[in-house]
């Protein structure tokens, strides 16, 4: 998937699990070091991988090396080793200087170089070409604006078209960014001799390709470009890499910027928009977006929607990636950043007279409500579906139909009204198919369906159908457990559950791991019959949760735990786990209040407290019914 290989879903935990599973494998032979380069520019996820690498391969023979800019140590103060690179000492720095430059000269080449040897590098190179009398520029950066200066036309030309593209650079995108220069292949290997750039592995078939020898000349070279000019060449660029990257995974995301770079560049300048640079830029930012929230990679998908969404003209509506923005902000928990946007959406919506799109609006809100201020966040929303759905429907809209059938289902599930969760998910995935949303709800529409009224051995065969029941999901996984179990195959139950929880643990625990274990695995060994090991899993599984702060899969668990306690005949323990899950649950979170009344209620009556048990036993079976 990572590859691009396969169109499976994954997501940025799993990727790092199996990179650092890669490198573990590699290790058992011998001593395994890794570099990487310029990390920087990476991505949070990446450095998350790096990271993730570094603190769980223990046992292994691992050393990670990653070179960067000083300013990413500021940022990563608590990676373990920092090694910095002082300015070279005052005989390395003589060491460098040929003997042939002396005297004066020599002396203002050392002082100006302050010991960073690229300065020194770089003025050798000006000192043979220029011959006789020469300034030392003051700065770096003056330096080698005066090399690019010290070549031909032609040289510097190919040189700033390279820069476009970026340290990396194609033979072939020179050529396209200037198709009046007929000696670009002569002009890039004297560019080679004199050290300015040198060959580099290719990323397309039938390319040369080449690398600047230092970012900084790269930097210098693209800086010498007029704002206009490369406002022309990053449009142009877009246009031959959309040609020739076909193979890219990350084709989109490199379009996308490259388009960016040039609507920003024109509008620096004061030039009209460009409607169809813009329109592009934003189909293929919003493209990049939407794969990286497929893979769970929120903090990438938040980044590019907010760029694409800034490509969406005041007077126009953008529902997909507007509302797909909302749906990743809510990914990650950020309420603040969220309802402003969603609220500005509805406001927009409704000024230009658009009600499909106010509606959903509205939905989306109703949604960010239900987890951010529960209490009738979930019956304000049932009641603005009934008013929307009907509208969808007549309009036959699909993206506004996957939005309002994603949502019922939400509804549903959360009410344990779980047949018409089933049936709302599953109208909500075909309406995102149609609508080209990469959207399939799988452990939606499987948690339904167990909770719910469908066959087990018809829940299995619709995972199997799904391709999903052998993946890494240990979400989905512990559903398919929960089937087996519930038809007596509790040791291939138990088999599947130890791989995941052990799977999860391997990647550092956290909710997932927590939910699998207090909710799947705790049940599993209640049907099978063994309070003991359920409340084992009860008390492991809320001590992860505690430690992580979260409310919400902690009260549904500490109800299971609760059950599991009363099994065991501990009555004190379970009366307490009872009363901590009615104050963690939300009053409509149906499942949760269920199980703590279920287990007071059983309390009640084994003290003999009848007249207190039997209501809160109906009381029970009434929000089940």
Known sequence: SLLGESTDTTSADEIAWAFRKTLEHAARERPLVVVFDDIQWGEATFRELIEHVALLSSGAAILLLCLARPELGERHSTWPVTLRLEPLGDDSVEELIPERIAGDLRQRIIRAAGGNPLFITEMLAVAQEAGGEMVVPPTLQALLAARLDQLEPGERSVLERGSVEGEVFHRGAVQALAPEETHVTPRLAALVRKHLIRPDKPQFAGEDGFRFRHLLSRDAAYDALPKATRAELHARFATWLEQHGTELVELD??????????????????????????????????????????????????????????????????????????????????????????????????????????????????????????????????????????????????????????????????????????????????????????????????????????????????????????????????????????????????????????????????????????????????????????????????????????????????????????????????????????????????????LWRQVRAKVLARRGEHAEAEPMARAAVAIGE
């Open 253 to 594: 995301g490199l379009l996308g910027y490259h388009l960016e770079q040039a609507c920003h560049y024109r509008a620096e300048l004061g030039l009209p928009v460009d409607e169809e640079l813009a329109a592009a830029a934003r189909s293929h930012l919003s493209a990049a977006g939407l794969r990286a929230r497929q893979r769970l990679d929120y903090a990438a998908a938040v980044r590019l929607l907010t760029r694409a969404v800034a490509f969406v003209p005041a007077d126009e509506i953008d529902r997909l990636i507007e509302l797909e923005l909302v749906e990743v902000l809510l990914d990650i928990g950020s309420g603040t950043e969220a309802f402003p946007r969603v609220a500005s959406f509805i406001e927009r919506a409704s000024a230009a007279g658009d009600r499909i799109s106010e509606l959903c609006g509205r939905i989306k809100e109703g949604m960010l409500r239900t987890y951010f201020e529960p209490e009738g966040a979930t019956d304000q929303m049932a009641a603005l579906l009934e008013q929307a759905l009907p509208v969808f429907e007549a309009a036959g809209d699909d993206l506004a139909l996957y939005i309002g059938y994603s949502a019922l289902g939400q509804v549903a599930s959360t009410h344990a009204q779980m047949g018409e969760g089933v049936r709302a998910y599953d109208r909500a995935a075909a309406h995102a198919q149609r609508a080209g949303v990469p959207a399939r709800l799988v452990e939606e529409r499987t948690w339904t369906r167990l909770a719910g009224p469908t066959p087990l051995p018809d829940l299995l065969t619709w995972m199997d159908e799904q391709g999903e029941a052998g993946t890494p999901n240990a979400t989905v996984r512990g559903f398919a457990a929960n089937a087996l179990a519930m038809l007596g195959r509790f040791e291939e139950a138990r088999k599947i559950l130890a791989d995941a929880r052990a799977e999860l643990a391997d990647r550092g625990g956290g909710l997932w791991l927590g939910g699998l274990t207090g909710e799947a695995s705790l049940d599993v060994e209640l049907l099978a019959g063994d309070p003991a090991a359920a409340a084992a899993f009860g008390e492991s599984a809320s001590r992860i949760l505690d430690e992580l702060g979260e409310r919400a899969v902690l009260s549904t668990v500490t109800g299971w735990h609760a059950q599991a306690l009363y099994a065991l005949d501990g009555l004190e323990e379970a009366d307490a786990a009872a009363e901590r899950a009615a104050a963690l649950g939300a009053s409509d979170d149906a499942i949760t209040q269920m």
